[in-house]
């Protein structure tokens, strides 16, 4: 067997992005029948994407999905905007939607079907697009800390993109969410501690939790269940946030969901009311625990879905990481931003 010349794949990661890196790792050492360290079984083969086609062969008349440029001092991207028939009842709310690595915003709005919730629910969707210049595999910088702060990097110019959006719209300024899968959903637990003034709660689909890497060797450590320790403070005021992840996830360890859960309720009061349930859901079994203020503000709903490898839970046809046969994730986490109290966060919103 020819040696593994671990010089040549650190420098092949000091040149690539974490998922460029992610990929050719997980090459290098198939090809030597090795895998990778932490407990798991190596990364799962990336899907697909599906061929650029209509998100939706039904959209219903009167409504519109457009793409555009945001542009701010913080930097640019691309982003697609569905605005749903029903808006002329009154607009309740705005989701921003961030994909995963490898996927596209149109990719994303398929396997979610966001859409279709939105024109049940009357929101704003917004899918931004990550571009390949700044991340080979189009997955946002979770792991840079240049992209962990507020007032510069991707944070920034997605949460100046949704506040234009919203103004454009008319989306109450408490009603702006975000929602992510995988490299999304770390740069939505991001957002919620960069900007929670901006962002009223989010959603988690198999994340990770905030500053949870810093680097790519930490990024793949984080991945593999070995996340730093950068929980927030008790006593502030926590992000609500639902956190669905899969128990046969070996993509993002599920410790990682925990952590996201357990970083949220650290932020919040000393004394909370704790609720477990089990059920099933179509052809998966999950646990939950919803974890309530004693003013009765819902700050975690947590799913654990059993079976459910590294894929949106309850997705759709058509999309990339999707899996059909669990709970809707989509729909659990429409009803848990909608039942947020409709209260203005103190502090100015830009």
């Excluded at 982003?79 to 996927?103: E, F, K, N």
């Excluded at 046969?248 to 952590?259: F, I, K, L, Y």
Aim: aromatic residues 6%.
């Amino acid at each position: 067997m020819k040696p593994l010349d671990m010089g040549a794949l650190r420098r092949a990661m000091d040149g690539l992005r974490l998922e460029g890196a992610s990929d050719l790792v997980q090459r290098t050492l198939a090809r030597h029948g090795l895998t990778m360290p932490g407990g798991q079984a190596g990364f799962e083969p990336p899907f697909t994407a599906p061929s650029a086609a209509p998100v939706s062969d039904s959209m219903p008349s009167g409504a519109s999905f457009k793409a555009d440029r945001f542009t701010c001092a913080a930097g640019s991207r691309e982003y697609m905007t569905y605005v749903p028939a029903s808006a002329p009842q009154g607009i309740r709310g705005m989701v921003l939607m961030l994909h995963g690595c490898t996927q596209t915003h149109a990719d994303f709005a398929r396997g979610t079907g966001m859409n279709a919730l939105a024109e049940e629910h009357r929101l704003i969707v917004v899918y931004p697009q990550q571009c390949r210049g700044e991340n080979a595999q189009s997955c946002w910088n979770w792991f840079s800390p240049g992209d962990q702060r507020p007032g510069r990097g991707e944070p920034e110019i997605l949460a100046q993109m949704v506040l234009d959006v919203a103004a454009r719209h008319r989306v109450p300024q408490d009603r702006i969410f975000v929602a992510g899968l995988s490299a999304g959903a770390a740069m939505a637990v991001i957002l919620g501690q960069t900007h929670p003034r901006v962002f009223a709660a989010v959603g988690a689909h198999s994340g990770l939790p905030f500053g949870a890497a810093r680097d790519v060797p930490s990024a793949f450590a984080a991945m593999g269940g070995g996340a730093a320790d950068a929980s927030a403070r008790r006593g502030s005021v926590p992000t609500p946030t639902i956190v669905f992840h899969g128990s046969a996830d070996r993509t993002v360890h599920p410790s990682n969901g925990e952590r996201i859960a357990a970083d949220t309720l650290a932020a919040g009061p000393e004394q909370t009311v704790l609720d477990q349930t089990t059920g099933k859901a179509g052809k998966r079994a999950y646990r939950r625990e919803i974890t309530t203020a004693l003013d009765g503000r819902v700050l975690l709903d947590h799913w654990v879905v059993e079976g459910l490898g590294h894929a949106w839970s309850g997705g759709r046809p058509g999309g990339s990481y999707t899996d059909l046969q669990g709970p809707d994730a989509s729909a659990e986490m429409v009803r848990f931003f909608l039942g947020q109290p409709g209260t203005e966060r103190p502090g100015p919103r830009r």
